[in-house]
Each structure stands twice: as C-alpha cells, then as structure tokens.
C-alpha cells in the first residue's frame, strides 16, 4: 500500500476495511489505512477507530459511515466531495468490495481510495480558455468539485437558491449531470458580459465537466473588424467614383463632367474618412486581462501556484481602489487623488508588513496617510489616502481621438514574504469595465472622458531580487494594476487646430480661383507676401500643437499641417511659373484650369490615405 501510495501522488489515502470478523476471526473490526499528511510524508493508521458497519445516520454527532454501508450492499461507486481538514485538501473517494479468498458471493471488505482533486484544478488551469474563461466540475447533487474561487469548493450546492448561479445555469447543470452535452448563451447579470458555458457530463464518476468562456473571445478583434468594413467601404465607393464618371461621360461636357467627378471623388474621400472615425470610436476594444470575477482572479493565482513550491503558498491580500481626484499635468504624467485599502486575514502573521507601494510614483503631493482600521469577518481592513504623480506612457499618434490609459501599479510593501495584491472585487456594486469601478462619479478631467476602469494581474517587469536570496528563489508574482481609460473630446481640438487648416486650404483655393491675372514681379512678390502670411499662421499652430501633446513621432493631426505646407509650396510655384513661364500648359490653359480641378482631390486624397494609414492599415 505504502508502494502504490508513493507511486500515485494524486493519490491521498488507500485504505482496507474488513467485514466483521473476516481479518481475524478474533477481532470484529479491522482497518489499515495509508495516507499522505499534508508535509507530504507517507504515514499509516492500523486499526478502527470507530464502528463503520453501522447504517448512515442524519445524526450530526453520528460517525459518517455510507462511503462503507453503501458500497457492501450495492457495490462500487463514488462518494461526494469532501474537505479532508487533516490532509488541507478537497478528496473524493472511490470504494469498491472485495471477495473472500475461498469464494464465497459475500464481500470480505471495502478497498477505498481518496482522490486529490489538485490534478483536475491544475488541469483546468492550463485550459486557454482566455481572460475571463475559467472551467469548473460539478459533482452529483450539484456539489462543486473544483471551480476557482477554492472557499466554495465542496461547500454547498449550485443548487441551492443562495448559490449565486441563475436558474437557467442550474437547469443546464442538471441536464449535464443527467447525461447531455448542450452549450447556453448566458449573461452574467453581475459583470454584464455576454457569457458560452458549455457542459458535458463525466459518466465515471457521474460528475460534469462546466467550461465559461467570454462571448468576446468569439469575435473578431476591433482593429480586424475595423479593416475590414474599411476595405469593404474602399470597394464601395471606387465603384460609385467609377459609376459616376461614366454617367459624366455620357451626359455632361467635358467641364462640367470634370467638375462633377472632381467634386464627387472630394467627397467622397470626406465620407470615408468620417466613416472611419466613427468606426474607430464606437468599435470597443476589449479590456485585456480584465478581472470582473473572483474565479478569474482565483485562475490566475493558480497559474501562479503551480510555478512554486507547495510550501511557499502566497499570503493573498485583496486590495481595492476609488479615485476621487485625476489631473493631467503634463502629456507624460498624472495626479491621482483617493482611496487604497487592503485586507488582511487574521492567519497572516504579524511580521509581514502592511501597506503597498505605487512602482511610477514621480513623487507625492502628501504622504501616504493611513485613515482607517477595521474589522471585517476573518480579518482586517486598513484604508490609506493617496495623493501623488505617477510617471505614464501614452502614444499620442491618434491625436486628437486618441486615448490615455492611466495605470496605477500597486506593489506590497512586504519584499521579503510572498505577499500577492488581488483586486477587491467584493468592494464594488458593479464590475464591468463600463460602470468604471473605483472611480468617483464626481471625478472630470476637462477635454476628456473616461471610457472604462478595470483591475488585471499583470506579469511583473522586475527582473531584480532587490538583493533579497527570498525573490531570488521564487517565481515573481503577478502585479496588481487598476486602469482607467479616457478618450480625448475632439470639439476643442476641432476649434483650435482643424478648423484653422480647412480655412487655410479654402484661403488657398479661393487664391486660385481669383482671375487677377500675375503678368510682373511686383504681381509675384504680393502672391508671395499672401502664401507667406499663411505659412506664418500654420506654423505657429503647428508648433502649439507639438508642444500641447508632447510628440515626439508625427501625430495624424499634423498630417493636415504638412499637407498645408506643401500645398502653399505648390502654389507659390504655380505662381512663379504664371510669372516667369506663361506658355506652360498646366497653368495657361483656362487660367489654372488644371490646378483648380485637382486641388481638391489630391488634399482630401491625401487626407484620406493618411487616415487609412493610422487608424486602419498601419
């Protein structure tokens, strides 16, 4: 016995119960009973402790005796879960009869092992089932048999009308656990995410097998849906610029047709790019790693877990956070203002220090200042107000529809012991991404608006040990970070820098619709003193621009600025030929009939591909 326990390390107990009298004709009882402390040594219990071949009772004070009753009369089976306090772990055992050596059809005795059920979590564990997806089992009666959040393992029924399952997922784990296989669309009424569970019994042990996976994991990424209603819209409108041009050509003069087809492939350019920023601001780009459940956090700590040793189990601390002040400095940081608490359990020791620490903190406005203690079930809740510049990163390519993720890294304290930070979900009412949790109502930033706030364990950066030999040893936990994404409002963008350059581009095309005719320099140096005075203007703007987002590469807006600048280049060059070269074709035919007709497609072209190029295909 001793043997096979060794050789079975998910094995946590074999045991051999005799029939009365049948080990020694001597001795009623007899039991030998191997089993696996939770050190992970190998120890054995000789000998009944108490009478199991009594009938089960519903007595609370009555030994539990049907795993040995039951399986005599009506031979093998599998017992419910159970929460073997000595071992630390849920078991489940399997008890099968065994037959007298002489042959008689009564069973001499029991032969009953107790299955760790860390294998099937460890299992479950490795299942991509993606940020939010996680699996659970279900045993006969509804009992969870593993599912991660570990306090409701072998506690309790789905069942039960205080389980937190909706009717309908109970429904459909009945039918699992009666043999069918069936898929449920479901939306969790809590996180209000569209949700696929899919079920499938296990006859062995007359369990089920339940998989949760986020409906968003089924569709196309934003970006992918984005390129590809752009590529269909792209099609769509070179057919209509095509349409139209044979129409101009069978029923318009040359002119006038150009005109027509100059005018409509403008505006269309202007309809796609429009197109495309409503596509981009409405389409919602899923929060990665967003953690709106405790079994998503519980499967992420369990990848964790099994990356250690056993005897380095973590001291999981939940921490929450509520802003209640954001403040933009500058383009490369950000003033938050609020609330961090954590809860400490009671079994955590005195020695690991309390507190955390904000790993971009550029330096704090006010102390760190602790406010509050109290108790709360098992343990202790401690509430610190903050107030401090945190250092950021943000690619202001999109300017102005851009966005900024603020992110609040929370590291604890403690550097020796192995402290992980969870998110507190219980904290809050409402955990989707939308409903911004941790965020104060009353929390505006001017020029912007806040999209969605979530908490993620996220992989650590650090790759130091802090000269600590304790790091050096052990995997490095995941970081807990609490985002908050706010998109920029374009209105005041519009005003101060769109609007200037579309004016600019008309000042332009309204210098080349006039008839004065340039026939001397002096006629020159006034078109010059003009195209000057608005360069003037566009640079100013385009510097003010650079500085207010902090760029350093080239933002979208200011492909409108370098479109100005090569547009008055243009012109002064057509200038200067009407001046110095009048018999040029391209500027004496019909007083710059060609330079009229293509100034407005190749700008909005040239818009066009440069919107193409940073929202969609670049």
């Not at 054995?44 to 108490?50: D, S």
């Not at 409701?152 to 459909?172: K, M, Y």
């Not at 039918?175 to 069936?182: D, F």
């Not at 903050?386 to 202001?396: A, E």
Request: aromatic content about 10%; charged content about 20%; proline content about 6%.
């Amino acid at each position: 016995m001793r043997a096979d326990l060794e050789a079975a390390p998910d094995v946590n107990g074999l045991a051999i119960t005799f029939e009365p009298f049948a080990y020694d004709p001597s001795l009623r009882l007899f039991q030998i009973y191997v089993y696996r402390t939770p050190q992970g040594a190998i120890e054995e219990l000789v000998g009944a402790t108490y009478d199991y071949t009594r009938p089960p009772s519903d007595d609370p004070d009555a030994p539990r005796t049907a795993w040995y009753y039951n399986t005599i009369r009506s031979g093998p089976n599998w017992s419910d879960p159970f929460l073997a306090t000595g071992a630390g772990k849920v078991l489940i055992e399997y008890a099968r009869p065994f037959a007298h050596p002489d042959g008689r059809k009564t069973p001499a005795g029991v032969v009953t092992s107790d299955l760790s059920l860390q294998e099937v979590r460890n299992l479950l564990a490795r299942l991509d089932l993606g940020a939010q997806g996680y699996g659970f089992v279900i045993g006969r009666n509804g009992v969870l048999l593993d599912y991660p959040d570990r306090t409701r393992v072998a506690r309790g029924s789905i069942f039960d009308t205080d389980s937190g399952f909706d009717p309908e997922v109970q429904a459909a784990a009945r039918r699992a656990l009666a043999g069918e296989t069936l898929e449920l669309r479901h939306r969790d009424t809590l996180t209000e995410r569209d949700t696929r569970l899919f079920f499938a019994p296990l006859p062995t042990s007359g369990s089920a097998l339940a998989l949760l996976i986020d409906a968003a994991e089924f569709q196309l990424p934003a970006d992918r849906i984005l390129r590809d209603v752009t590529t269909i819209a792209l099609a769509a409108a070179g057919t209509l610029i095509l349409g139209l041009a044979l129409f101009s050509a069978a029923r318009l003069g040359v002119v006038v047709g150009a005109w027509f087809i100059s005018l409509a492939f403008s505006a269309t350019c202007l309809a796609l790019i429009v197109l495309v920023w409503r596509l981009d601001a409405r389409l919602t780009r899923e929060a990665t790693g967003a953690l709106t459940s405790q079994a998503a956090v519980e499967r992420v700590l369990e990848r964790y877990r099994r990356e250690l040793d056993p005897q380095d189990e973590p001291f999981v601390v939940p921490t929450g956070v509520q802003l209640t002040a954001v403040q933009f400095p500058d383009a490369t940081s950000v003033t938050v203002g609020g609330f961090v608490w954590q809860f400490y359990r009671n079994d955590i020791p005195a020695e690991v220090h309390r507190g955390f620490n904000l790993s971009q903190e550029l330096g704090e406005l006010m102390p760190v200042e602790e406010v509050a203690r109290a108790q709360r079930g098992d343990g202790e809740v401690i509430v610190w107000r903050i107030n401090t510049t945190l250092q950021q990163g943000w690619n202001p390519v999109k300017f102005p529809f851009d966005e900024r993720a603020i992110q609040l890294r929370l590291l604890p304290a403690e550097l020796e012991q192995n402290v992980v930070l969870t998110p507190d979900l219980e904290s809050y009412v409402l955990l989707r991404p939308g409903a911004l949790p941790g965020v104060d109502q009353s929390v505006q930033i001017t020029n912007w608006r806040f999209e969605r706030s979530y908490f993620s364990l996220a992989p650590s950066g650090s790759n130091a040990t802090l000269g600590l030999t304790a790091r050096a040893v052990r995997a490095v936990p995941p970081t807990l970070q609490f985002s908050l994404v706010t998109r920029r409002n374009v209105v005041g963008p519009f005003i101060a820098y769109v609007l200037p350059g579309v004016i600019t581009l008309g000042l332009v095309f309204a210098f080349l619709l006039s008839d004065r005719q340039l026939t001397d320099s002096r006629d020159l140096v006034a078109a010059l003193s003009y195209t000057a005075a608005l360069f003037f203007v566009i640079a100013l703007l385009h510097t003010t621009l650079r500085e207010s987002v902090a760029a350093v590469g080239i933002t979208y807006l200011e492909h409108l600025y370098l479109l100005l600048y090569v547009v008055i280049l243009l012109v002064t060059v057509i200038a200067f030929l009407i001046v110095h070269v009048p018999g040029m074709i391209f500027v004496s035919s019909q007083h710059n009939f060609l330079p009229r007709l293509l100034f407005w497609p190749l700008c909005m072209g040239a818009l066009l591909l440069s919107t193409l190029v940073i929202f969609v295909y670049g």
